[in-house]
């Protein structure tokens, strides 16, 4: 066993040992993998200010997080709803923007409640 660790462990010539080459490697691979799909989804989104709100509330210090989190269980309403109507987050949203976000709230809203009553069949019937 202590020549099998010694093996991983060892780091010839100074360089990275090989337990941290596979380390770095699956941890390189999971970012990739991360980062295509954060590519996707802004895609998907396809308006570069959420995206930036979202980005901000990602790299924002742990007491603004804090702040948001808060606001949203005290108003009852999705985290990202609360992220992207912040002011804490530049820039501000245009009203066409604040609509598309609340139709989507409230499209996710009923999906759920369907779903959970036994609609579902409903409505993936008519799409």
């Not at 093996?7 to 010539?13: D, M, N």
């Not at 941290?20 to 396809?46: P, V, Y």
């Not at 804490?88 to 598309?100: K, S, T, Y």
Request: glycine residues 4%.
């Amino acid at each position: 066993m202590k020549g099998v660790l010694d093996l991983f462990l060892a780091q010839p010539l100074g360089t990275r040992s090989l337990m941290q080459r596979i380390f770095g490697l699956a941890i390189n691979d999971g970012i990739k993998t991360t980062q295509k799909s954060i590519e996707l989804l802004q895609a998907k989104i396809d308006d570069p200010t959420l995206c930036q709100k979202i980005q901000q509330y990602t790299e924002a210090d742990e007491r603004i997080k804090q702040l948001i989190r808060d606001e949203a269980v005290e108003d009852q309403v999705d985290l990202v709803v609360v992220i992207l109507r912040s002011e804490h987050f530049a820039p501000e949203l245009q009203v066409e923007q604040i609509g598309r976000i609340f139709n989507a709230f409230v499209a996710w809203n009923n999906l759920i409640d369907n779903v959970r009553f036994g609609y579902s069949h409903q409505l993936f019937h008519y799409q």
